[in-house]
T-cell receptor, first 116, second 117 residues
Framework: DAKTTQPNSMESNEEEPVHLPCNHSTISGTDYIHWYRQLPSQGPEYVIHGLTSNVNNRMASLAIAEDRKSSTLILHRATLRDAAVYYCILRDVGGNYGGSQGNLIFGKGTKLSVKP | EAQVTQNPRYLITVTGKKLTVTCSQNMNHEYMSWYRQDPGLGLRQIYYSMNVEVTDKGDVPEGYKVSRKEKRNFPLILESPSPNQTSLYFC????????????????FGPGTRLTVT
């Protein structure tokens, strides 16, 4: 069963902010929200993760709704290099998610295109 | 530079010819894992290892073997490859193999594209 729902694709203009949404209406209290991205012809790459509070790092920001049923990955100024598939993944510290320990369960993700 | 390396990057082989895809990480990570990526199916975990000499099956282990004799290496072995194992393979590692390790970011290798004819 898919734990998260993301749009299949989004488009952005270079140097503009991008907001990538993720719905996770069945999230539990011990679920962390992780984001990975996969650039063309590369392996997935960690972007950010959070539990309840908004998080910032050098790559992006993560805004988490107060009820935690949705979150948004924010790229503040999209570049051509940010064109990738972005995956929103729930990770449960308290137990497994239908798979082995440490298993990242990737959905289909959102394919982000960035126009010059 | 911290990284996960895989070799070979590309491999074309024939049915039944044993092969090994190597994976090595230089970050002293406890946890290592293999995924395969197929169109329409996304990434699926094959095997994982919580630490040296500790391995276990992931979601799609049939037809694969692994070993973890050293912390840095986690080879994927296909004893008798078949065409349905044609796929893009990724090795990944993260710092801890414990339950708290689920919070650790995973580092992925560049991928190995395998074709079995």
């Amino acid at each position: 069963d898919a734990k998260t729902t993301q749009p299949n694709s989004m488009e952005s203009n270079e140097e503009e902010p991008v907001h990538l949404p993720c719905n996770h209406s069945t999230i539990s209290g011990t679920d962390y929200i992780h984001w990975y991205r996969q650039l063309p012809s590369q392996g997935p790459e960690y972007v950010i993760h959070g539990l309840t509070s908004n998080v910032n790092n050098r790559m992006a920001s993560l805004a988490i709704a107060e009820d935690r049923k949705s979150s948004t990955l924010i790229l503040h100024r999209a570049t051509l290099r940010d064109a990738a598939v972005y995956y929103c993944i729930l990770r449960d510290v308290g137990g497994n998610y239908g798979g082995s320990q440490g298993n990242l369960i990737f959905g289909k993700g959102t394919k982000l295109s960035v126009k010059p | 530079e911290a990284q996960v390396t895989q070799n070979p990057r590309y491999l074309i082989t024939v049915t039944g010819k044993k092969l090994t895809v190597t994976c090595s990480q230089n970050m002293n990570h406890e946890y290592m894992s293999w995924y395969r990526q197929d169109p329409g199916l996304g990434l699926r975990q094959i095997y994982y290892s919580m630490n040296v000499e500790v391995t276990d099956k992931g979601d799609v282990p049939e037809g694969y073997k692994v070993s973890r004799k050293e912390k840095r290496n986690f080879p994927l072995i296909l004893e008798s490859p078949s065409p349905n194992q044609t796929s893009l393979y990724f090795c990944a590692s993260s710092l801890r193999g414990s339950r708290q390790g689920r919070l650790d970011e995973q580092y992925f290798g560049p991928g190995t594209r395998l074709t079995v004819t």
